[in-house]
Protein backbone atom coordinates (compact mmCIF):
# COMPACT_ATOMS: atom_id res chain seq x y z
CA UNK A 1 0.00 0.00 0.00
CA UNK A 2 2.84 2.37 0.96
CA UNK A 3 4.60 2.31 -2.81
CA UNK A 4 0.72 2.71 -4.53
CA UNK A 5 -0.75 5.56 -1.73
CA UNK A 6 -0.95 9.09 -3.75
CA UNK A 7 -2.43 12.41 -2.44
CA UNK A 8 -2.13 15.88 -2.46
CA UNK A 9 -3.15 18.55 -0.08
CA UNK A 10 -3.52 22.04 -0.95
CA UNK A 11 -5.23 25.14 0.08
CA UNK A 12 -9.01 26.35 -1.28
CA UNK A 13 -9.41 28.98 -3.83
CA UNK A 14 -11.38 30.82 -1.43
CA UNK A 15 -8.81 32.11 1.30
CA UNK A 16 -6.81 33.57 -2.46
CA UNK A 17 -10.69 35.42 -3.37
CA UNK A 18 -10.73 36.96 0.18
CA UNK A 19 -7.48 38.44 -0.15
CA UNK A 20 -8.11 39.46 -3.63
CA UNK A 21 -11.64 40.84 -2.79
CA UNK A 22 -9.72 43.36 0.28
CA UNK A 23 -7.56 44.48 -1.90
CA UNK A 24 -9.80 45.32 -4.54
CA UNK A 25 -11.81 47.10 -1.57
CA UNK A 26 -8.71 49.13 -0.63
CA UNK A 27 -8.04 50.24 -3.54
CA UNK A 28 -11.67 51.20 -4.42
CA UNK A 29 -11.84 52.91 -1.44
CA UNK A 30 -8.89 54.62 -2.04
CA UNK A 31 -9.87 56.10 -5.30
CA UNK A 32 -13.32 57.24 -4.12
CA UNK A 33 -11.57 59.12 -1.08
CA UNK A 34 -9.42 60.27 -4.50
CA UNK A 35 -12.51 61.24 -6.78
CA UNK A 36 -14.99 62.68 -4.07
CA UNK A 37 -12.44 64.42 -1.29
CA UNK A 38 -10.14 66.95 -2.88
CA UNK A 39 -7.55 67.28 -0.09
CA UNK A 40 -3.91 67.59 -0.25
CA UNK A 41 -3.51 64.39 1.86
CA UNK A 42 -4.66 61.79 -0.35
CA UNK A 43 -1.05 60.47 -1.73
CA UNK A 44 -0.57 59.72 2.18
CA UNK A 45 -3.63 57.38 1.64
CA UNK A 46 -2.47 55.80 -1.00
CA UNK A 47 1.08 54.69 0.98
CA UNK A 48 -0.98 53.57 3.60
CA UNK A 49 -3.22 51.49 1.71
CA UNK A 50 -0.17 49.90 -0.16
CA UNK A 51 1.37 49.14 2.90
CA UNK A 52 -1.71 46.82 3.67
CA UNK A 53 -1.80 45.38 0.03
CA UNK A 54 1.55 44.53 -0.23
CA UNK A 55 1.55 41.79 2.68
CA UNK A 56 -2.00 41.09 1.81
CA UNK A 57 -1.07 40.20 -1.71
CA UNK A 58 2.01 37.88 -0.84
CA UNK A 59 -0.15 35.83 2.08
CA UNK A 60 -2.52 35.13 -0.60
CA UNK A 61 -0.29 34.01 -3.18
CA UNK A 62 1.83 31.84 -0.66
CA UNK A 63 -1.45 30.35 0.33
CA UNK A 64 -2.17 29.34 -3.10
CA UNK A 65 0.97 28.11 -3.92
CA UNK A 66 1.27 25.87 -0.89
CA UNK A 67 1.22 22.09 -1.69
CA UNK A 68 2.08 18.77 0.28
CA UNK A 69 2.26 15.83 -1.92
CA UNK A 70 2.01 11.89 -0.34
CA UNK A 71 3.62 9.92 -2.85
CA UNK A 72 4.70 6.46 -1.59
CA UNK A 73 6.67 7.16 1.59
CA UNK A 74 7.88 10.36 0.53
CA UNK A 75 6.14 13.94 1.46
CA UNK A 76 7.27 16.87 -0.80
CA UNK A 77 6.09 20.02 0.29
CA UNK A 78 6.45 23.39 -1.95
CA UNK A 79 5.01 26.98 -2.35
CA UNK A 80 6.74 28.18 0.77
CA UNK A 81 9.57 31.02 0.34
CA UNK A 82 12.20 28.32 1.50
CA UNK A 83 11.49 26.31 -1.29
CA UNK A 84 10.76 22.75 -1.76
CA UNK A 85 11.61 19.87 0.20
CA UNK A 86 10.48 16.26 1.22
CA UNK A 87 10.43 13.48 3.52
CA UNK A 88 10.39 10.61 4.17
CA UNK A 89 7.60 8.83 6.81
CA UNK A 90 10.66 7.08 8.43
CA UNK A 91 12.11 10.48 9.11
CA UNK A 92 9.13 11.90 11.44
CA UNK A 93 10.07 13.06 14.99
CA UNK A 94 6.83 13.91 16.11
CA UNK A 95 3.26 14.26 14.94
CA UNK A 96 1.20 16.57 16.94
CA UNK A 97 -2.82 16.48 16.43
CA UNK A 98 -5.57 19.21 17.46
CA UNK A 99 -8.87 17.82 17.95
CA UNK A 100 -12.23 19.91 18.59
CA UNK A 101 -13.95 18.74 21.84
CA UNK A 102 -17.76 18.92 20.18
CA UNK A 103 -18.50 15.24 19.69
CA UNK A 104 -18.70 12.77 22.41
CA UNK A 105 -15.94 10.69 23.70
CA UNK A 106 -16.08 7.48 21.95
CA UNK A 107 -14.87 4.33 24.75
CA UNK A 108 -13.68 2.07 21.48
CA UNK A 109 -10.50 4.52 21.46
CA UNK A 110 -8.17 5.42 24.29
CA UNK A 111 -8.29 8.21 25.99
CA UNK A 112 -6.19 10.66 24.61
CA UNK A 113 -8.00 10.15 21.46
CA UNK A 114 -11.40 10.59 22.74
CA UNK A 115 -12.14 14.26 22.22
CA UNK A 116 -13.52 14.65 18.69
CA UNK A 117 -12.75 15.12 14.98
CA UNK A 118 -9.36 15.94 13.72
CA UNK A 119 -9.16 19.75 12.65
CA UNK A 120 -5.33 20.16 12.76
CA UNK A 121 -1.94 18.49 12.04
CA UNK A 122 1.43 19.40 12.56
CA UNK A 123 4.44 16.94 11.55
CA UNK A 124 7.98 17.86 13.18
CA UNK A 125 10.89 15.62 11.42
CA UNK A 126 13.92 15.34 13.02
CA UNK A 127 15.90 17.46 10.25
CA UNK A 128 13.54 19.98 12.12
CA UNK A 129 11.81 20.44 9.06
CA UNK A 130 7.70 21.35 9.88
CA UNK A 131 4.35 20.42 8.01
CA UNK A 132 1.00 21.61 9.05
CA UNK A 133 -2.21 20.88 7.63
CA UNK A 134 -5.24 22.16 8.56
CA UNK A 135 -9.32 20.64 8.13
CA UNK A 136 -10.46 23.22 5.43
CA UNK A 137 -7.70 22.28 2.93
CA UNK A 138 -8.47 20.20 0.22
CA UNK A 139 -7.37 16.63 0.69
CA UNK A 140 -6.49 16.84 4.81
CA UNK A 141 -8.40 13.53 5.67
CA UNK A 142 -6.82 11.49 3.61
CA UNK A 143 -3.37 12.34 4.87
CA UNK A 144 -4.05 12.57 8.34
CA UNK A 145 -5.38 8.83 8.07
CA UNK A 146 -2.68 8.14 5.79
CA UNK A 147 -0.04 9.38 8.50
CA UNK A 148 -1.95 8.25 11.44
CA UNK A 149 -1.96 4.71 10.09
CA UNK A 150 1.64 4.36 8.80
CA UNK A 151 3.30 6.25 11.93
CA UNK A 152 4.33 4.38 15.22
CA UNK A 153 1.71 5.60 17.55
CA UNK A 154 4.17 7.06 20.43
CA UNK A 155 5.23 9.65 18.68
CA UNK A 156 1.78 11.14 17.60
CA UNK A 157 0.12 13.40 20.37
CA UNK A 158 -2.89 14.40 20.38
CA UNK A 159 -4.51 17.60 22.20
CA UNK A 160 -7.54 19.90 22.52
CA UNK A 161 -7.83 23.57 21.18
CA UNK A 162 -6.14 26.29 23.60
CA UNK A 163 -8.88 27.83 26.08
CA UNK A 164 -11.06 25.01 25.90
CA UNK A 165 -11.83 23.41 29.65
CA UNK A 166 -10.79 19.63 30.10
CA UNK A 167 -13.27 17.55 28.66
CA UNK A 168 -14.87 15.61 31.57
CA UNK A 169 -15.50 11.62 30.50
CA UNK A 170 -18.37 9.74 32.25
CA UNK A 171 -16.77 6.31 33.50
CA UNK A 172 -16.65 3.23 31.16
CA UNK A 173 -19.86 1.63 31.54
Not at 11 to 29: E, P, S
Not at 37 to 64: E, G, K, M, R
Not at 129 to 149: D, H, Q, V, W
Request: net charge positive; charged share 20%; proline share 7%.
Amino acid sequence: MNGMFHVTVRNRWTVFGVCMAVITLLILIGVLFAVFLDTPLTWLYFITVSLFIIPIFLFALISILFKATVDGSEITVSGYPGGKYSFDLSEIKRVNCQKNAISPPDFDKPMNQRSGHLIDMRIVTFSRKCLNIKAPMIGFEEMSEYILENVDSSIVRYRRPRGLPKPVYPKKP
